[in-house]
């Protein structure tokens, strides 16, 4: 291959519709859980998000719901992978090797936000949400209302009927129902047997199993680090449990201009993706999670 700028901007083309192509065929799965969020600041706050309005009979003067002033934000973070390509592999026509690392870039891309989601799902039972208490904490408050989102038994029937009532029991500040209807278990590999059971079995040992299709299952290889822990969601809501915050979509990029330092300097072509992004928390109420170390 004559190494010009019309082969280098026709290899270019290629190898970005390698990496278009494979990021359009990832369905990721942090849709599921999360409400994306436009960004366009560096931080962006989340004063509301303590906050459930409710309706009320009109008697009399309307009552203003205030909105409670947390002090919650994201921070947009900064997410690149570069691959270089040497400039002796092109003139030896040994280009065709690199489209699938392009490919498998774009996929990595693609994949990159149920990364961020996973780890802060993992992270749920410390890191801390709008409330100042971890995201999974037995400690939570609405108004004078305490509930808990966190429980520490296996997986089974039992605790997830326990967890689904939990949630459906939740009261508002005022006292009301909030009306939460846990659709969604997330579990690791490990437990996606125990999960199929409790959701997709016609009986349990014998006995008419009555929970069968109340949620969706969704296992995830992203929590195999513990094989232990499950979770529980409400995702049919206004906002679902977690806020994905997009400043910047996933890009592909390249230098290859034979004045660019990497090329003069290296003999090399550097491409590759970049965004910015980040995953948070966002109402306790709509997740319940266990750590799975105790038997119940």
Same mark, same amino acid.
């Given at each position: ?17 390698? %990496? ?6 990832? #369905? ?26 409710? $309706? ?6 309307? #009552? ?64 801390? =949400? %709008? ?26 029937? *039992? ?7 939990? $949630? ?23 437990? *996606? ?15 008419? +199993?009555?929970?069968?299709? #109340?949620?969706?299952?969704?296992? =995830? ?13 409400? #995702? ?13 979509? %996933? ?7 034979? *004045?660019?330092? +990497?090329?003069?300097?290296?003999? *090399? ?28």
């Amino acid at each position: 291959m004559v190494v010009n700028q019309q082969a280098l901007a026709t290899l270019n083309v290629g190898f970005s519709a390698a %990496y278009n192509k494979a990021f359009k065929a990832v #369905t990721p799965k942090y849709q599921k859980i999360a409400t994306v969020v436009p960004s366009n600041t560096g931080e962006q706050k989340y004063a509301w998000i303590g906050h459930f309005p409710t $309706m009320r009979e009109w008697i009399g003067e309307r #009552t203003i719901q205030n909105l409670a002033a947390y002090d919650y934000s994201i921070k947009n973070k900064e997410f690149e992978m570069t691959l270089s390509v040497k400039r002796t592999d092109l003139e030896d026509d040994q280009y065709g090797v690199y489209a699938p690392m392009m490919e498998a870039m774009g996929a990595s891309a693609a994949q990159h936000p149920d990364k961020l989601l996973f780890s802060a799902m993992a992270a749920g039972f410390k890191e801390l =949400c %709008y409330d100042g208490k971890p995201f999974f904490s037995e400690q939570h408050k609405n108004g004078g209302y305490s509930y808990s989102n966190k429980g520490t038994e296996k997986l089974s029937a *039992e605790s997830y009927q326990a967890a689904r009532s939990q $949630m459906m029991s939740i009261l508002s500040d005022k006292g009301t129902p909030l009306g939460i209807v846990p659709d969604l278990l997330v579990v690791p590999p490990a437990l *996606e047997h125990t999960a199929r059971l409790i959701l997709k079995a016609d009986q349990i040992n014998g006995t008419t +199993n009555v929970m069968k299709d #109340t949620a969706e299952i969704l296992v =995830c290889p992203e929590l195999a680090q513990d094989s232990k822990a499950w979770y529980l969601f409400a #995702t049919n809501l206004f906002l679902k449990p977690f806020v994905y915050q997009e400043r910047k979509k %996933y890009q592909f990029t390249s230098l290859v201009r034979p *004045e660019d330092p +990497n090329v003069f300097l290296k003999g *090399e072509f550097l491409y590759g993706a970049d965004g910015r992004s980040n995953v948070g928390y966002g109402f306790p109420q709509m997740a319940f999670g266990s750590t799975g170390q105790s038997e119940g």
